[in-house]
């Protein structure tokens, strides 16, 4: 597996689960299913992906770390992460949809929780 880079005007682009490894390393926001972020930041990006040891394909050249690739321990970091956040994000919005009452009784009961 290969994290696969896309130019796209002053950008380049990862599609599907190549969005989740850089969601979880670089925290770029994952819109539909890819992460962009601007041409300038790659050596940043390809640095930290070459110290990690995951393989990615970069205008045509494959940096490839065979046996040692860490590809889908990243991928698999990367899932977790998205949907953990995503689901906090979803139980924000609807605490913030509630009366100060409500939000204050719910509050307690999590702190109770996270103190047993």
């Known amino acids: 597996m290969f994290i696969v880079f896309r130019k796209v005007g002053g950008f380049y682009h990862v599609f599907d689960g190549d969005s989740y490894i850089l969601n979880y390393l670089f925290n770029y926001k994952i819109v539909g299913n890819r992460v962009g972020f601007p041409i300038n930041s790659i050596n940043k990006v390809t640095n930290i992906l070459e110290n990690k040891k995951i393989n990615y394909?970069?205008?045509?050249?494959?940096?490839?770390?065979?046996?040692?690739?860490?590809?889908?321990?990243?991928?698999e970091k990367g899932k977790v992460k998205y949907h953990f956040n995503?689901?906090?994000?979803k139980i924000?919005?609807?605490?913030?949809?509630?009366?100060?009452?409500?939000?204050?009784?719910?509050?307690?009961?999590?702190?109770?929780?996270l103190d047993e």
Do not use: V
């Not at 995503?86 to 994000?89: S, Y």
């Open 86 to 89: 995503r689901d906090i994000e």
């Open 57 to 75: 394909e970069l205008d045509g050249k494959k940096i490839n770390f065979k046996k040692k690739n860490n590809y889908e321990k990243y991928l």
């Open 92 to 113: 924000y919005n609807k605490l913030d949809k509630l009366n100060s009452k409500d939000l204050k009784e719910i509050l307690n009961f999590i702190e109770g929780k």
